[in-house]
């Protein structure tokens, strides 16, 4: 079985998976080039500094390839991260404090990792980091040639705008579901990151920040579920990267609007 997604494709066979990162990076060439230039010494380096910090990874994971990179590991049976946000909202709240503190840990490492909600499984109601490419490796972050890729280069690897992406967009999936008490486990997470993201700059920073603290305010009641959802719409990465760069610009002038007029 194969699935192509925008950084890997993946292919299932019986009890292992192998994943090979695609050629054509959402983020463009000049980020792909980068990333694959660590090699398989660099990639191994990459994986060893995730295990230092703790990070729960598939097991038998061991590098196949490096043209393209390529992966193997045995397939991981558990629920995905987002589908726990609707069936196990306490694992679900467990998990994602879990997957903050190895962000933090990494601070510190030549590596990140990609916290989209959708790259974790659950097993023995923990998180597993079920997709490790592209290697996320601030040593080999490129300059970014236009709007989009500065604020992709950033999700990546400024560990505040990670932090405030995860736990953001982690509230705004809770907000979306009947049970609340996700998000009430959340909450003492949150105002964790307060004091550590604010003096953070640049427009990527501001968008997630701002993100972080609706998402927070709809959880005490003091704005709404749609204003969250309207918020993230307005500064969705996919709809940014699907602008011109005159429309990113626009973009930009907006959310700064927005952001004003929400108090965020």
Not at 63 to 77: G, N, Q, S, Y
Not at 202 to 220: C, S, T
Not at 234 to 255: A, Y
Request: aromatic letters at 6%; glycine letters at 6%; a neutral charge.
């Amino acid at each position: 079985m194969n699935h192509l997604g925008e950084f890997s494709t993946h292919t299932r066979d019986g009890d292992h998976v192998t994943k090979h990162l695609n050629s054509r990076h959402p983020a463009g060439n000049r980020f792909i080039t980068a990333v694959t230039r660590t090699g398989e010494d660099g990639m191994r380096a990459y994986l060893g500094a995730l295990r230092s910090a703790e990070v729960t990874l598939p097991a038998e994971l061991h590098i196949v390839a490096t043209d393209p990179l390529t992966v193997r590991h045995r397939w991981a049976p558990g629920a995905t991260l987002l589908e726990a946000a609707h069936t196990d909202p306490v694992t679900f709240s467990t998990a994602v404090a879990e997957i903050r503190r190895w962000v933090q840990a990494l601070d510190s490492a030549d590596a990140r990792i990609d916290t989209n909600l959708a790259n974790f499984c659950l097993s023995g109601d923990r998180p597993v980091l079920v997709d490790v490419l592209p290697p996320l490796i601030p040593s080999l972050r490129p300059e970014p040639d236009t709007l989009f890729g500065e604020l992709f280069a950033a999700l990546c690897f400024d560990t505040p705008i990670i932090l405030d992406a995860l736990i953001g967009y982690a509230l705004r999936t809770v907000l979306r579901t009947a049970d609340q008490s996700a998000a009430q486990g959340l909450l003492p997470v949150a105002y964790e990151l307060t004091s550590s993201t604010a003096t953070s700059n640049g427009f990527p920073a501001r968008w997630f920040r701002a993100r972080r603290r609706l998402a927070v305010r709809a959880v005490e009641g003091d704005a709404s579920p749609e204003q969250v959802q309207d918020f993230f719409v307005l500064t969705s990465v996919l709809g940014f990267r699907q602008l011109d760069e005159r429309g990113r610009r626009l973009r930009i002038d907006h959310v700064a609007r927005r952001i004003q007029e929400l108090g965020a």
